[in-house]
């Protein structure tokens, strides 16, 4: 069955940075885009990246762009998020998701893994 | 703010139909791109409920949705208590995904 786990999370202080992984299983990881969508505290829901099955193409929301990056390794089966520069608005669950093919949706979520920036 | 336009609260009586609506503009739902829906309960990652007008293997046929023009729109018959959650809508087209703030619905 497909599974995404999160992990890397944790407590960070502001202009920090920390890495964020995703192990994926159940799936030709290959096969498909992902992305990284956040909710911070009793909020909603807010995206942040995705990344082509190949990793030839990402796109990241205006509130991480330059300062987060998005990566794969497929022969691991894993994606990262890079988040650099951290600032307290970045406090939230972060998770990774699958995107199944067309039409595109995600369709599987990982579990989330909690980044709170603070000093 | 969120580009996608969703009614902050709806509630209803267990065996009532509600419709959740979801507003965008023609550069996002009225253009080319995938519409969704998503529940989340409370603690929980979300679950994908509605892609298109279809449903993914194993949710129950009381939820289905319809797109029309720049708006979206969930509806949930039939109501049960465990439908109360927060329903999201999003819009993808490929390079970038909008997702709605998000509803709150109250089985009373």
């Known amino acids: 069955q497909v599974q995404l786990v999160e992990s890397g999370g944790g407590v960070v202080q502001p202009g920090r940075s920390l890495r964020l992984s995703c192990a994926a299983s159940g799936f030709t990881f290959s096969s498909h885009g992902m992305h990284w969508v956040r909710q911070a505290p009793g909020k909603g829901l807010e995206w942040v990246a995705v990344i082509w099955y190949d990793g030839s193409y990402k796109y990241y929301a205006d509130s991480v762009k330059g300062r987060f990056t998005i990566s794969r390794d497929n022969s691991k089966n894993t994606l990262h998020l890079q988040m650099n520069s951290l600032r307290a608005e970045d406090t939230a669950v972060y998770y990774c998701?699958?995107?199944?093919?067309?039409?595109?949706?995600?369709?599987?979520w990982g579990q989330g893994t909690l980044v709170t920036v603070s000093s | 703010q969120s580009a996608l336009t969703q009614p902050a609260s709806v509630s209803g009586s267990p065996g009532q139909s509600i419709t959740i609506s979801c507003a965008g503009a023609s550069s996002d739902l009225g253009s080319y791109s995938y519409v969704s829906w998503y529940q989340q309960h409370p603690g929980k990652a979300p679950k994908l409920m509605i892609y298109e007008s279809n449903r993914p293997s194993g949710v129950s046929h009381r939820f289905s949705g319809t797109k029309s023009g720049n708006a979206a729109s969930l509806t949930i018959s039939g109501l049960q208590p465990e439908d109360e959650a927060h329903y999201y809508c999003t819009s993808y087209t490929g390079s970038r995904l909008l997702i709605g703030g998000g509803t709150k619905l109250t089985v009373l």
């Open positions: 998701a699958r995107e199944g093919n067309l039409p595109p949706r995600l369709d599987y």
